[in-house]
């Protein structure tokens, strides 16, 4: 009897059942983490105190100049070694500097004589980096609260000429990981989607978007040099030994 007469008689195999439905449950949780992620999340100021179901809400950190006019000195300090405490304000201020305040206005110009070119027509502002190509990341922001640390980095999808925007966050603290410090967040949203719940995708998430971003070399070795991270209510405290 021919396999194809077998199976038509006795049916598909457990191996190909199994397989079957090993790749449907696969396929579901893919295109359902496909639609979360491109669910809006919601923008506010204070969690409401009636918050909606399935809605995840994200609070923007707070980037006041007028709150952070110690930051460079305090960089300054933490890069020659120096115990430092900064605040969300700060941290802010040297991860994302605000845009240069506007230039004079050219002296307006005589019947006949060319104008000056503006300045902002010398040099346009660099593009965000794409990572890969398909993926478009921006300013990291932070906001700490509560003795925990949020890490939000803006997305843009570019898979497909979408442009559609995303934000991935992640919330957690700091653990001594091998002969450094490291953020472990325990709640990491794209989008709308928990990928906290996703495992080992989760960890991939973290160095494409989080451990992916450009430090500094001379933060970077005295970071590595920190007896202590610890976060107090609203400050980072960077020890040295």
Known sequence: MSKKIERAVHGPSWAEVILGAVLSAVLGVVLGAALLILKPIVAVKELPKEPVAGAVYFIEGSRDT?????????????????????????????????AAAPATPPPPTKPGQKAAPKADEKAAPPAALAAGGMLATGAPNF??????????????????DLGHKVTVQARGGFVKKGAGFVFEP??????????????FVGDLVRKQFLSAQAVPEDIATSWAKLASVTIEGSALKLAMP
């Open 143 to 160: 906001r700490i609260r509560d003795g925990a640390m949020q890490i939000a980095v803006p997305v843009t999808i570019n898979v497909l």
């Open 186 to 199: 325990g709640t990491l949203y794209v989008g709308s989607c928990p990928f906290q719940r996703l495992p």
């Open 66 to 98: 007028a709150k952070a006019k110690q930051a460079l000195a305090k960089r300054k300090a933490f890069a020659q070694g120096q115990s430092v405490t900064v605040t969300e304000d700060e941290i802010n201020s040297l991860a994302a500097p605000a």
